[in-house]
């Protein structure tokens, strides 16, 4: 009878994945000679091992790709923060300057116009200045500066926070300066808003660019600026009868609590 010859187990390279998934890998028939080779089917042992081996493998590498993925996204998004931070704080500290240099000059013109009989100094190009900084997104910053502060004077029980009449003295010293010649009280205007400009330090500019920077922080603030401000109530109290009033006769009911 012809001997009977086992084959030696298949043995894979380290590292290498079989292009096939290894669902049987088997040894075929030869004939050599008088010997026979019987097929070599895996064991089950066998067949996990070199399965879980390629598997460790590939998410080795789906973990390397996913981590080098989330690791560019993280340094796009603070490039990205950076560059809106930078940007908030060279838009905040020009529109800044240019305020208080505008309220300096507004103060000296006046003084010349009502002292000196100065006839033909014109206002033009200061009222376009407060006007541009009335709507600016640092203005934006301001409001909600003007939140914060006004929140903590509540808190602390205090009755008054000059902050809140910040851009109620802007819009007076529009008024004051549209008049020819103009009102006197422009140069008490353009000091009151100069000696604010003046209590911004370094911690509270940082804030206003925060807010500018990043609008979920400042938009909370934003909406405070408005309590505690009598124009203000009356006309937020004015709006909602005005729409309970839309929705009543829209709907023939109450209208509901907001």
Request: aromatic share 8%; hydrophobic share 40%.
């Amino acid at each position: 009878m012809p001997k009977e010859v086992r084959p030696p187990k298949a043995v894979l390279p380290r590292g290498i994945c079989p292009s096939k998934p290894p669902e049987r890998i088997v040894w075929q028939n030869h004939r050599l000679g008088n010997y026979t080779v019987r097929p070599k089917i895996m064991t089950n042992n066998e067949l996990l091992t070199l399965v879980f081996s390629g598997t460790a493998t590939g998410l080795s590498a789906i973990a390397i790709v996913t981590a080098a993925l989330a690791s560019k996204y993280q340094n796009k998004h603070a490039q990205k923060l950076a560059t809106t931070h930078h940007a908030a704080e060279e838009a905040v500290a020009a529109d800044l300057a240019m305020l208080a240099a505008t309220m300096r000059n507004i103060m000296q013109k006046v003084l010349f116009t009502l002292s000196m009989n100065y006839k033909n100094l014109k206002f033009d190009s200061e009222l376009a200045r407060i006007q541009a900084f009335s709507t600016s997104t640092t203005a934006f910053g301001f409001y909600s500066y003007i939140g914060e502060v006004s929140g903590a004077a509540q808190a602390a029980g205090k009755r008054a926070e000059e902050w809140r009449l910040f851009f109620t003295y802007l819009v007076d010293l529009e008024e004051d300066l549209a008049l020819a010649p103009p009102a006197s009280r422009a140069m008490t205007r353009a000091a009151d808003i100069e000696r604010l400009l003046c209590t911004i330090g370094e911690s509270e500019l940082k804030k206003i660019e925060n807010y500018v920077a990043v609008l979920a922080n400042g938009m909370p603030r934003f909406s405070e600026s408005s309590k505690g401000n009598v124009i203000f109530d009356v006309l937020l109290e004015q709006s909602a009868k005005d729409r309970d009033k839309a929705e009543q006769d829209a709907t023939g009911q109450p209208a509901s609590p907001p």
